[in-house]
């Protein structure tokens, strides 16, 4: 895998930002790819419940993308986008960044994700999107 050159996005604001802990890495030291799905799960439903006013579930992950490694003590930023509104379910696009504190102070895209939700009531069941 070689390095890419990336900057965070300045036209948005990260959906979710928190540091890969030594307790989220393997015996490498390179961090779970679950807990990267994890944290793109989380920022794609705040989006989605932000666009839902209210409950949804994950009903689907479309599309995963691992393009690098992230490492303890790498500041992750998810920024997390509605896509598409149907009429109960949203599709959220996720783009992970890591900024790494190294000598080299990078910055890489190192995930990027596409992931389904449907809105739900409080029997959880599907509810239509206001406005879809």
């Known amino acids: 895998m ?3 050159a990336a900057q965070l996005p300045t036209d948005r604001e990260p959906t979710l930002r928190l540091m890969a802990m030594p307790a989220d890495a393997n015996a490498a030291g390179d961090i779970f790819g679950g807990w990267i799905m ?3 799960d989380i920022a794609g439903s705040v989006a989605a419940m932000h666009r839902a006013a209210g ?3 994950t009903v689907a992950v479309n599309e995963f993308q691992f393009h690098q490694p992230v490492f303890v003590g790498d500041l992750i930023s998810c920024y997390a986008a509605v896509t598409r509104v149907g ?4 599709t959220v696009f996720v783009e992970v960044y890591a900024q790494r504190f190294s000598e080299q102070r990078q910055c890489s895209k190192v995930t990027e994700a596409t992931l389904t939700y449907v809105a739900v009531d409080a029997r959880r069941r599907p509810r239509p999107v206001a406005g879809a």
Do not use: N
Request: zero cysteines; a positive charge.
């Open 38 to 40: 994890s944290q793109v």
């Open 2 to 4: 070689t390095p890419s």
């Open 87 to 90: 009429t109960t379910s949203l």
């Open 55 to 57: 409950r949804v579930v």
